[in-house]
């Protein structure tokens, strides 16, 4: 499904911006004895914080590393962090670059999909044949939960950057932008809905009010921890995929609200900032939080080529599927450095083909075969073995757990120039999959490099043993121009794979 790679963009960006830790832009950092402090300007207020630090953060060890049990040859994960609070950083490392270069490549790349209009469609295809009956109004809902949630963790004591009259101001500011740009758009492009329900489909207007959202939540609490940005913005990107779920919008109008609402916030922090200077601004403590080395666990999300390398049984009806791709989340609990417990669940997709002895029959009596991809989902459980080497790790694992795919059908129609609405080609069911949730092995390898604190990337290679079971019914021949079955079969094929790809993961220290 080519929703998928829109998640693990958004989540890759998202994650992004978790990555700043004690960087502003007016600080004065400098070392003493081996200890890194910070000697924060009280006062302050710069673009990309707009609150105040009254805080020292004094005697916050690099060394430590070496009285640890960790091998003393390693750099310890604390290095990189004095990397990032030596000297004030460059503007596309800080809150605002990131976000505005974050947001100009969303609004970028759901441009180039708007325009490609197989690509949209495709995509659409895609997931109406993994979940063709998928109805749920929860993103009417989830699009809100980060405006709430702002207002909600200030009444249970946990503040802010900014005070409630400074973000109410903000938030209308935002949202005002929010409504000017997206129902200009909206009714200007007259973009048609997937479902044909309306001609106001490009962008998104839940998904940009769900990023804004998820931005404020950002700026205001970012201080607190990283995950508190990755869980908005998380939200946010299902707020998407559930809109393009409903069949309501296409992944360009999804894909480029993400980056309005994105910089419609930041364009209202800067417009804020103006009016209000240095009023409603704060006072909170920096929060130093300390990572644990010894239990590197881990959420993740990986994307792969993938290959069917033992297939046998699976092509009686003349139809074969090989390379595709393979999408997964994946998380484990480590309880040591070396070992944890973890899981994955994902999906491969193969397109199918058809053997030319099959197109060639049904070409002679006037029809040709339209194949569907072949694909799968996928459901692990096992344990894990990992070896670090300074920012460096690898591993593998041993996975088991079931399979199962969607019902498909597979057609054929009539050869000839048509007028699709008026007067369609006629179409026949070829084959009928049913399959069902198999016994299945996994196992693969992993390499990782941390990049921050929070954040790793890595390349991994997996490998997957199942029989997949299904019932499968498929043509015989035309008798009289009308088609004849063979009864339903309970069918077993051998269905091992191979993917290979990269991993982005989210560091639970």
């Known amino acids: 499904m080519k929703l998928f790679p829109l998640i693990l963009c958004c989540l890759s960006f998202s994650l992004s911006f978790a990555q700043l830790n004690f960087n502003t832009n007016k600080a004065d950092y400098f070392k003493v004895n081996h200890h890194v402090v910070l000697n924060a300007t009280p006062n302050t207020n710069t673009t990309n914080n707009w609150f105040k630090y009254k805080s020292q953060i004094d005697q916050y060890s690099l060394m430590t590393s070496l009285t640890n049990d960790f091998d003393t040859e390693s750099d310890n994960y604390l290095m990189m962090l004095s990397d990032s609070i030596t000297g004030k950083p460059k503007w596309y490392k800080t809150d605002t670059g990131i976000s505005l270069l974050v947001a100009g490549g969303l609004i970028t790349a759901g ?28 993103d009417d809902h989830t699009q809100y939960i980060p405006y709430l949630a702002t207002y909600a963790l200030d009444a249970f004591g946990i503040k802010s950057q900014h ?105 209202a922090y800067f417009l804020n900032e103006g009016w209000w200077k240095e009023k409603g601004i704060n006072e909170i403590e920096a929060t130093n939080r300390l990572i644990n080395e010894s239990k590197p666990s881990f959420l993740g999300a990986k994307i792969g080529y993938a290959t069917l390398t033992n297939t046998s049984g699976e092509n009686e009806p003349g139809l074969e599927a090989k390379r595709g791709y ?36 049904f070409n002679e009596v006037g029809y040709e075969v339209l194949p569907q991809s072949a694909g799968n989902r996928m459901y692990y459980f096992g344990p894990y073995y990992q070896i670090p080497f300074g920012k460096n790790a690898v591993g593998t694992k041993l996975h088991a757990g079931v399979i199962s795919g969607p019902s498909s059908k597979v057609f054929v129609r009539e050869l000839g120039e048509y007028d699709f609405e008026d007067n369609p080609p006629k179409e026949y069911v070829y084959a009928d999959y049913d399959p069902k949730s198999s016994f299945s092995w996994g196992t693969g390898i992993y390499y990782k490099r941390v990049l921050s604190k929070n954040l790793s990337i890595g390349l991994y290679a997996d490998y997957n043993w199942a029989d997949l079971k299904y019932k499968v019914t498929y043509m015989n021949a035309f008798n009289n121009g009308e088609p004849t079955y063979f009864p339903k079969q309970d069918k077993t094929a051998t269905y091992d794979s191979f993917a290979l790809g990269a991993n982005l993961n989210v560091m639970l220290w």
């Open 111 to 138: 441009t180039i999909m708007h325009f490609n209009t197989d690509f949209k469609v495709n995509s659409r295809d895609e997931i109406n044949r993994y979940l063709p009956d998928f109805h749920n109004s929860i």
């Open 163 to 267: 005070t409630t009259g400074r973000k109410l101001s903000t938030m209308a500011t935002a949202l005002g932008l929010n409504l000017i740009v997206v129902q200009s758009m909206k009714y200007s492009i007259a973009e048609p809905r997937p479902d044909g329900s309306s001609n106001n489909s490009f962008p998104s207007g839940h998904t940009t009010t769900a990023f804004m959202g998820a931005h404020i939540f950002h700026k205001e609490y970012k201080h607190r921890s990283p995950f508190y940005s990755i869980a908005a913005y998380t939200l946010a990107t299902f707020t998407g995929i559930f809109r393009q779920l409903n069949n309501r919008h296409w992944i360009s109008d999804v894909t480029a609200g993400a980056g309005i609402g994105i910089g419609a916030t930041e364009l």
């Open 326 to 361: 393979r999408i997964s989340f994946e998380g484990a609990y480590f309880f040591n450095k070396n070992f944890g417990l973890g899981a994955e669940i994902g999906f491969q997709s193969f397109p199918s083909t058809v053997t030319d002895d099959l197109q060639q029959k």
